[in-house]
Structure formats: structure tokens, C-alpha cells
């Protein structure tokens, strides 16, 4: 009889802990889908203030059309990438260098620069890109926990025999960051 009751109470134990280990993924799993979330929102401002950007900064460098060509086509190619943080990261990093050259662009020319318009679009570029950088910083933060929790022993095989699986961080490739880091050059010879 003692040895049914310890081998029911270890079924109650073990039933339990599987249980709360799934919640537990799921809880993390629903938390970096909500991270992302965020992240998006934070992208879908920046692409709806680069026309307003690029339709300002057309009215003073109208000779400029292949910088403001390339930021629109980066915007468009940011916009249409389909998938997770890998997907986006590349595509944001293009649109974010397109950016920098424009923005680079508008320092020669001091009647835009001064221009009320331009100064407030760029002072709400740069809160977007702030609240876009520490929306990618929640949302990695939380793959980080998601996916130490799928790794962790004894989680690990629950994650697996629930098929739950790792979600990727938002970063850019390691050649590439490098040269994130670094400002737009303009050259006009």
C-alpha cells in the first residue's frame, strides 16, 4: 500500500510540475510575442514619418533624388519583409543607413536645416529610433528569457515534447554591425 501512495504522490508531483513548466513557457513564449508587438509599432511610426521627411527634404535638394529614391525604396523593402526579427533586422538596417544619408544630405543645405518643419520631423525621427532601439532591447531581453527557459534542466524536456522553439533575437549580422555603428558618409563629386 505505502509504495502506490508515493508512486501516486509522485505522479501528483510530477503532473504538477509539468504543468506549471508549460504555463511558464507559455507565459514567456506570449511575451516575446508581445515584444515584438511593440517593435512593430515602433517600425510602423518610422515608416509613416519617412514620407513626411523625404517630401521636406524634396522641397530644398530637389538634385538629391537618388538619396531620397533610395530611402523610399528602403522603406518599401522594410515594410514588405515577411517574418521574424532575422527578416526585419536586415531590412531595418538598410532603411536605417538610408536615413543617416539623409539626413547627412540635409546638412548642406542651411535653409532646411533651419526649416521649423524639418527640425521637428527630425527631432521625432530621433524618438522613433530611441523607442525603436529600446523596444528591440525588450524584446531580446525576453527571447533571452524564453529561450534560457526552453534550454534550462529540467524544462528543457517539456519544451522539447511540447515542440516549443527558440525564438530568434533581433540583431543584425556580425559583419554588419560594425558598420551599423558608423555614420552615413556623403560624397558629391
Not at 508549460?22 to 511575451?31: D, E, G, Q, T
Not at 526552453?150 to 517539456?158: D, R
Request: glycine content about 2%; overall charge neutral.
Amino acid at each position: 500500500m505505502s509504495i502506490l501512495l508515493v508512486l501516486g504522490i509522485a505522479i501528483i508531483i510530477i503532473s504538477v510540475y509539468v504543468a506549471v513548466s508549460y504555463n511558464m513557457l507559455i507565459n514567456s513564449k506570449n511575451m516575446v510575442n508581445a515584444a515584438w508587438s511593440d517593435v512593430e509599432t515602433q517600425i510602423k511610426r518610422r515608416y509613416d514619418l519617412v514620407p513626411n521627411l523625404v517630401h521636406t527634404v524634396k522641397g530644398y535638394a530637389s538634385h538629391e533624388s537618388s538619396v531620397l529614391e533610395n530611402v523610399m525604396k528602403a522603406r518599401s523593402a522594410a515594410m514588405e519583409a515577411k517574418g521574424g526579427a532575422e527578416v526585419h533586422s536586415s531590412a531595418e538596417k538598410n532603411l536605417t543607413k538610408s536615413l543617416r544619408t539623409l539626413i547627412a544630405v540635409s546638412e548642406n543645405y542651411p535653409d532646411l536645416k533651419a526649416s521649423e518643419n524639418f527640425l521637428k520631423l527630425q527631432f521625432e525621427l530621433t524618438d522613433i529610433e530611441d523607442r525603436i532601439k529600446a523596444s528591440r532591447r525588450f524584446y531580446n531581453t525576453n527571447v533571452m528569457a524564453f529561450n534560457t527557459r526552453i534550454e534550462q534542466f529540467p524544462c528543457n524536456f517539456i519544451a522539447k515534447y511540447f515542440k516549443f522553439k527558440q525564438a530568434g533575437f533581433f540583431e543584425l549580422p556580425h559583419e554588419e554591425s560594425a558598420a551599423a555603428q558608423n555614420p552615413a558618409e556623403v560624397d558629391f563629386k
